[in-house]
C-alpha cells in the first residue's frame, strides 16, 4: 500500500510571500492530519480533518493559514502572508479513523528568508 | 505544564547494547494512549509502539519494548540490541479521548548508535 505522499519536499521562499503545500493521505483514510514541526522541536498538530470537514483548527493561525481536503482525499495546505516564523518542516498525516494509529508522509521543509 | 516530558535531549548507545528512552506524561484522563515515533534524518515520522492505559501487558514490537509504569505516569522506551540505523529522533505522544483524538508530542531524544 502507498504511503503518505507531500510535495514539495523542500521550499524556500521570501517573507510576505505566498507558498501551498499539497499531502495525499493514504487510500481509504477517513482522517488527514497537518502538522508544524519546528526545529528541535516535537510536532504540533495545526488542523484535523474528518473526510473533508475540519474537526479541529484550534492551533492554526487563521489570520495567514489555511488549509481544505478536495472531495475527502487530498489536501492543500496555504501560507499566506509566510512570516520567518513560519521556517519549519509540514507534516502532513493520516488514519483509518481518528484515534487509530497515524501515518506520516516525508514532510516539506519550509526555509522563510 | 507540559503534557510529555523526555528529558535526555541525546543518547549515546554502542552497537548491539540495550538503550532507554524516557517519557513521562501529565493527564487527568483514565483512558489515554501512549505513542513511540522515530524520525531519521530523511524526516519520516514512523510509527514505532502503542500502550494503551488500559492494558496489563507492557507492549512489544521485535526489539521495541514500553516500561510502562502507570502510577509514575511513565512509558519509557527500551530498544534491545541497537543497531546503526537506529540513530535518528524519538518522540514521546499521548492521545487523550477528550477533544478529538489529536497526539500530543514531546521534544523527542536524539539517539545515535555507534559501531
Known amino acids: 500500500e502507498a504511503g503518505v505522499a507531500q510535495s514539495p519536499r523542500y521550499k524556500i521562499i521570501e517573507k510576505r510571500q505566498s507558498v501551498a503545500f499539497w499531502c495525499n493521505p493514504i487510500?481509504?483514510?477517513?482522517?488527514l492530519y497537518w502538522y508544524q514541526q519546528i526545529l528541535g522541536q516535537g510536532p504540533k498538530l495545526l488542523i484535523q480533518?474528518?473526510?473533508?470537514?475540519?474537526?479541529?483548527d484550534s492551533q492554526l493561525p487563521k489570520d495567514r493559514f489555511s488549509a481544505e481536503r478536495l472531495k475527502g482525499v487530498d489536501s492543500t495546505l496555504k501560507i499566506q502572508p509566510a512570516k520567518l516564523e513560519d521556517s519549519a518542516v509540514y507534516l502532513c498525516a493520516s488514519s483509518r479513523v481518528v484515534g487509530n494509529e497515524q501515518f506520516f508522509g516525508p514532510g516539506t521543509r519550509l526555509t522563510v528568508l | 505544564a507540559q503534557k510529555i516530558t523526555q528529558t535526555q535531549p541525546g543518547m549515546f548507545v554502542q552497537e548491539k547494547e540495550a538503550v532507554t528512552l524516557d517519557c513521562t506524561y501529565d493527564?487527568?484522563?483514565?483512558?489515554?494512549?501512549l505513542f513511540w515515533y522515530k524520525q531519521p534524518s530523511s524526516g519520516e515520522m514512523i510509527f514505532l509502539i502503542y500502550?494503551?492505559?488500559?492494558?496489563?501487558q507492557n507492549a512489544t514490537e521485535g526489539r521495541y519494548s514500553l516500561n510502562f509504569q502507570k502510577a509514575r505516569k511513565s512509558a519509557n522506551l527500551v530498544i534491545s540490541a541497537s543497531q546503526l540505523g537506529d540513530s535518528a529522533m524519538y518522540f514521546c505522544a499521548m492521545r487523550e479521548p477528550s477533544g478529538y483524538s489529536t497526539l500530543t508530542f514531546g521534544k523527542g531524544t536524539m539517539l545515535l548508535v555507534s559501531p
Open positions: 493527564t487527568s484522563d483514565q483512558s489515554y494512549g
Open positions: 500502550q494503551g492505559s488500559y492494558d496489563e
Open positions: 487510500s481509504g483514510h477517513a482522517t
Open positions: 480533518f474528518q473526510n473533508n470537514g475540519v474537526v479541529d
